[in-house]
């Protein structure tokens, strides 16, 4: 398999996305160009040639592409991105979502199935990883919860998103990973409770309706304001821009929050959790 196209199926090493996207930034300097012209030329915007350059989003081949060809740099970029070293711990269907939850000012997850990835424990993570099938090698799980725990810098931003959790019942009920990570988990999610910007509901057991019974999903508001809908099977994921589709799941969502305890009287459901743990 060539490197182009090991490229294309496997994430980024995150450093050598900031090395590619320091190269772009040095060469549209060189050729005169602000971040704003350069996203206006190619119809991305300003924030997504800032967020590539930042290394917090990849250049993708045809953008390096066109760039290459814009900024006469000889075929530079689609060089530094062919061979940039891989590190195949995210699949390609889940990349776009989460270079949109690093830049979201607004996010909102409804999970049934676990906590949700923002407010996992190293140990909640590591036992979320060891339960797949097929199973993942040690050191590769270990990677796997270091990325998730990077992943959760999203919340303590100096600016952070404003989050909405709901959670079911169910979810807090299961002992994944045993009773040590079961507590800790529940600590973690009642400290979350208290925290400013967070807002985290549980639905409880034994409701007569229930929206959320086609599966988990997340709600994203991009800085430019678009509203973004995301959901993941066994085999793929679904990121939706679609103004009818997201607009279905926003309202699934807020007849969730409507069907879930208020803050409150989460924080003391988690009491009682602990206290019985």
């Known amino acids: 398999m060539s490197t182009t196209t090991r490229s294309r199926r496997s994430r980024r090493n995150a450093s050598a996305m900031r090395m590619v996207g320091a190269l772009l930034a040095l060469f549209r300097e060189a050729a005169g160009h602000t971040q704003k012209s350069l996203g206006e030329i190619f119809v991305v915007g300003e924030q997504q040639i800032a967020s590539i350059e930042q290394g917090r989003r ?6 390096a592409e066109q760039l290459d060809q814009l900024l006469d740099t000889k075929g530079a970029l689609v060089a530094a991105l062919s061979e940039m070293p891989e590190v195949d ?30 407010l996992q424990t190293e140990g909640y993570a590591r036992a979320v990883f060891r339960s797949r099938v097929p199973v993942y090698d040690e050191d590769h799980i270990e990677q796997l919860v270091a990325a998730r725990m990077e992943r959760q810098q999203i919340l303590h931003r100096k600016v952070p998103p404003t989050t909405s959790f709901v959670i079911w019942e169910a979810v807090l009920r299961d002992r994944l990973g045993g009773r040590e990570v079961y507590v800790e988990q ?44 995301y959901m993941e099977t066994q085999r793929g994921s679904q990121l939706i821009a679609d103004p009818d589709g997201v607009g279905i799941l926003t309202q699934k969502y807020a007849m969730l929050r409507t069907q879930a305890l208020n803050t409150e009287d989460t924080r003391d459901l988690l009491d009682r959790l602990l206290g019985e743990a």
């Open 58 to 63: 990849p250049l993708k081949m045809d953008l």
């Open 89 to 118: 711990l995210v699949p390609l269907w889940a990349e776009e979502y989460l270079d949109r939850e690093r830049e979201a000012i607004a996010i909102s997850v409804y999970d049934s199935l676990a906590v949700p990835g923002q």
């Open 186 to 229: 529940l600590q973690k999610l009642r400290e979350q409770v208290d925290m400013p910007g967070i807002i985290l509901q549980v639905l409880p057991l034994g409701r007569t309706s229930h929206a959320g019974l086609d599966g988990p999903f997340v709600l994203l508001e991009t800085p430019e304001h678009q509203r973004l809908a």
